[in-house]
């Protein structure tokens, strides 16, 4: 069912599903993650950002419309403020050997001001992506139980929080692929801690 992040894109991490709930799987935990936008890092919007970015990432199977819904509940326990714990759903993706393209939608697992909510596209490459749309604060970070969900229709892609939009941006780089989930990398033994535990697709043509 699943294309998976370092089974099949070498690079990147498996998603790992067990008793009811997906998660991340083992990450190379070396080089922690810097970006300006985490306040982590000096340099400005347009420094390049520094780790190893091996997100554990998967895709469904399959052939998928380039419209796209997800919708998915969100598992959440220890929340930290010392890791950048994420949920992460992918639009229009499609993962090879060293490459992984398409739209990651995620939320971090905070419930505080630092938490955040971003849209992201991946080039090919690790450590290729481009921030579309970002917006920090509680009400952008998730809990246990809340559900996420996220669309991609015509050139818009779109971010939920229990049905309320959080975030949009708009792009054309990427018209087709398939949705999958993802989490970032870097959250050392904490995988087991957030994820998901329910995931819903449609996705229909024009």
Request: charged share 20%; hydrophobic share 35%.
């Amino acid at each position: 069912m699943w294309v998976n992040g370092k089974a099949n894109g070498i690079d990147w991490a498996d998603v790992v599903t067990e008793q009811g709930l997906a998660h991340g799987g083992t990450v190379k935990l070396g080089a922690k993650e810097r970006r300006a936008e985490q306040g982590n890092l000096e340099g400005g919007e347009a420094a390049a950002p520094e780790g190893d970015y091996d997100d554990p990432t998967a895709v469904l199977t399959g052939s998928w419309g380039p419209n796209q819904f997800v919708r998915a509940t969100v598992f959440s326990r220890n929340q930290t403020s010392d890791l950048f714990q994420e949920v992460e759903i992918r639009l229009r993706s499609a993962i090879s050997a060293h490459s992984c393209t398409g739209y990651e939608v995620f939320w971090r697992c905070l419930k505080t001001t630092d938490g955040y909510a971003e849209i992201v596209r991946w080039n090919g490459p690790i450590m290729g992506f481009t921030s579309l749309a970002r917006a920090q604060g509680a009400e952008y970070g998730v809990k246990d139980g809340d559900v996420v969900e996220a669309t991609a229709i015509g050139n818009q892609i779109t971010s939920y929080i229990n049905g309320v939009e959080v975030l949009s941006a708009i792009d054309d780089v990427f018209s087709n692929g398939s949705p999958g989930i993802g989490f970032n990398f870097g959250c050392g033994d904490t995988y087991v801690d957030h994820g998901f535990t329910s995931y819903e697709v449609d996705t229909y043509a024009e």
